[in-house]
């Protein structure tokens, strides 16, 4: 055996304890490499993950940098989902039989000592110390599928509202049906009324490139779409929701994922419905919805409220006793939220529908 005076380091990347050489392995842990080394938190940013454990705490966000992380022997793994770049590591060490935990961003948001001291090393040992407050890695197998469908409907939108300018460039007729949206694709003017200027012959080829765009996009939209329904259960309880069909349970499904991150109806702020409240004194402002959160979400509580609420006998019954005293885009944004409430009740109770 090595004296331990001749392996005790402080490096540049935090690590400050003695190290010891095992007589079975030439290498230099901070562990037996015979045994596991326990719980491991993890930082992560889209370059490195940031260890609390081991000789090396800096590893790339990579493959490299996970086998590394497995040599190891890690039996639990806890850290910070951060979007994109946590999925991938967290499915990569389930897959190998890692246990992983995640710690929610808002408990992290009430450790005022994690966030007064802010070091990546730092960051890594309080999510070590956080296991008892994080729940298990679950992979949301709609969140990719719906991540397309939406990345897809933003493309169709920008192409219509660009092929509508261009239209109007030239026609009097901006109105886009599927049969002239066909003719369009293929060049085909003749039967349409132009304007007879100098850019028209430009803006009629970019008409015909937006609207060729335009019809494949929507072929895809209806494949993606058919992917999304298809993976929501033909029970789920969200589909007892008078017009909540299976597009609209499957966005939700697939955005929001663990509804038991939110513990109450008022914590479903995901959507951003929540209104913002300024009191001083006697005086109470109200400054209209957040916007905070997932703003497809938001969207599509307010679409499906908007024009769904007479088959909702909840929604029916609010739209009557506040019609008179609100007003347009106000009355269906509290539609809105009753909607997002009915939601959570529903899908966190795990009980069918029934109005009230």
């Given amino acids: 055996m090595v004296e331990k005076g001749t392996e005790e380091k402080s490096s540049s ?48 966000n990579n493959l490299k940098g996970y086998e590394e992380i497995l040599e190891m022997r890690p039996c639990l793994i806890v850290l910070e989902p951060t979007g994109v770049y946590a999925i991938r590591p967290c499915q990569y060490f389930k897959e190998k039989g890692i246990r992983v935990l995640q710690v929610s961003p808002n408990v ?6 994690f966030r007064g001291k802010k070091t990546d090393f730092y960051d890594a040992e309080k999510l070590e110390n956080m296991a008892d407050k994080a729940k298990e890695y679950e992979y949301n197998p709609l969140r990719e599928v719906v991540t397309l469908y939406l990345f897809l409907k933003d493309i169709e939108v920008k192409y219509m509202n660009r092929l509508e300018r261009a239209l109007f460039l030239v026609s009097d007729n901006d109105k886009i049906s599927k049969e002239r949206l066909e003719k369009l694709a293929m060049g085909d003017f003749t039967q349409e009324e132009l304007y007879n200027l100098e850019y028209t012959p430009i803006v009629l080829e970019e008409i015909r490139v937006l609207a060729k765009t335009l019809l494949e996009t929507q072929e895809k939209l209806r494949e993606v779409r058919k992917m999304v329904e298809e993976q929501v259960p033909e029970n789920h309880v969200l589909l007892t929701i008078p017009g909540i069909g299976k597009l609209a349970a499957g966005i939700i499904i697939g955005v929001v994922g663990d509804i038991k991150r939110f513990p109450r109806p008022e914590s479903f702020v995901y959507c951003g419905l929540d209104p913002i409240v300024e009191r001083s004194g006697r005086a109470v402002i109200s400054r209209g919805i957040s916007k905070r959160g997932n703003r497809y979400l938001r969207s599509l509580f307010y679409f499906l409220a908007g024009s769904n609420y007479y088959r909702n006998p909840t929604l029916l019954k609010f739209y009557e006793s506040h019609k ?28 069918p529908y029934e109005p009230k």
Avoid: F, M
């Avoid at 889209?46 to 454990?53: A, G, P, Q, V």
């Avoid at 992290?108 to 000592?113: D, F, H, Q, W």
């Fill in 13 to 60: 990347e935090g690590v400050t304890s003695p190290y010891y050489r095992t007589e079975h392995c030439d290498k230099i842990h901070g562990y037996r490499c015979d045994k596991e080394v326990g719980v491991v938190g993890i930082d992560i940013s889209k370059e490195y993950l940031i260890t609390s454990r081991g000789r090396v705490r800096k590893y790339e």
């Fill in 324 to 351: 008179d005293r609100l007003q347009g885009r106000k009355l269906y944004t509290a539609l809105a939220r009753k909607l997002a409430r009915i939601v959570w009740s529903v899908w966190y109770n795990n009980k």
């Fill in 108 to 113: 992290l948001s009430r450790e005022k000592e």
